[in-house]
C-alpha cells in the first residue's frame, strides 16, 4: 500500500519553513526519507523506526506518530539547497522484512 | 568509500534489442534493490536481493526483464527484448543492516534508459 505524501508541492522563499507529511493505511514499521534533485538520485537523509522518535541534523528534523500511521518531515529556515523532491519510504509492522514502498513525492521549491 | 556504481550511465537502443544494466553495490552492503523511475509511476521497486539472493521479485514487469547478483559485489538487470514503454531511469541502490527497511538506502547515478 503505497504512503500518501501531502502537499504535493510546496514553494518557499529563503528562510520560510515548512512541513511535508507521510501517512499509510497500515500499521508503519519503518519510515524513510529521501531528497532527489532534478536529474539525481535520490538522497538517503533519516530512518525513523520507534513511534514517537524523533530525529534530525541541521534545520531538517522528522517525526514518526505510530498511533496516527503518520511520519512528518520538517525542514526549518529553508535554504537554497533544499529545493528537490522529498520522497516517504515506508516498511509495514506486519510485513517486517518487505522492501520500501515510495510515495509519489512532494516537490520543495525555494527561491531567494 | 565509493557509492554505489552503475554503468552504462546512458542506454540508448532500438525495440527488440537485449539491454544490460550493471551495478556494484557499496562494500558490505547485505541489500541491493534495482528501481524503476517514471514520471507517470514514480519510484518503483523491482527486485531486492539479500546476500546475493534474490527476494522479493514481484516487482519486475514481466518475463522480459531478469536480474542477476553472481557475488556481493555485482549485480545486472537484463531487459529482453526491450520496448519503448521500458524507456525509464534505472537505479540500483544498497544498503547495510540486520532487515531489509532498518539500513538506508544508498542510490547509485542511475541508468538513463531510451529504446526507439
Known amino acids: 500500500q503505497q504512503p500518501v505524501q501531502s502537499p504535493q508541492a510546496v514553494i518557499l522563499r529563503e528562510g520560510e519553513d515548512a512541513v511535508i507529511n507521510c501517512s499509510s493505511s497500515k500499521a508503519l514499521y519503518s519510515v524513510h526519507w529521501y531528497r532527489q534533485k532534478h536529474g539525481e538520485a535520490p538522497v538517503f537523509l533519516m530512518i525513523l523506526l520507534k513511534g514517537g522518535e524523533q530525529k534530525g541534523h541541521d534545520k531538517i528534523s522528522a517525526s514518526f506518530n505510530e498511533k496516527k500511521q503518520q511520519s512528518s518531515l520538517y525542514l526549518t529556515a529553508s535554504q537554497l539547497s533544499y529545493s528537490g523532491t522529498y520522497f516517504c519510504g515506508t516498511t509495514a509492522r506486519n510485513q517486517a522484512g518487505t522492501a520500501l514502498i515510495f510515495g509519489k513525492g512532494t516537490t520543495l521549491s525555494v527561491s531567494s | 568509500d565509493a557509492g554505489v556504481i552503475q554503468s552504462p550511465r546512458h542506454e540508448v537502443t532500438e525495440m527488440g534489442q537485449e539491454v544490460t544494466l550493471r551495478c556494484k553495490p557499496i562494500s558490505g552492503h547485505d541489500y541491493l534493490f534495482w528501481y524503476r523511475q517514471t514520471m507517470m509511476r514514480g519510484l518503483e521497486l523491482l527486485i531486492y536481493f539479500n546476500n546475493n539472493v534474490p527476494i522479493d521479485d514481484s516487482g519486475m514487469p514481466e518475463d522480459r526483464f531478469s536480474a542477476k547478483m553472481p557475488n556481493a559485489s555485482f549485480s545486472t538487470l537484463k531487459i529482453q527484448p526491450s520496448e519503448p514503454r521500458d524507456s525509464a531511469v534505472y537505479f540500483c541502490?544498497?544498503?547495510?543492516?540486520?532487515?531489509?527497511?532498518?539500513?538506508?538506502?544508498?542510490f547509485g547515478p542511475g541508468t538513463r534508459l531510451t529504446v526507439t
Open positions: 541502490a544498497s544498503s547495510p543492516g540486520t532487515g531489509v527497511g532498518i539500513g538506508g538506502q544508498y
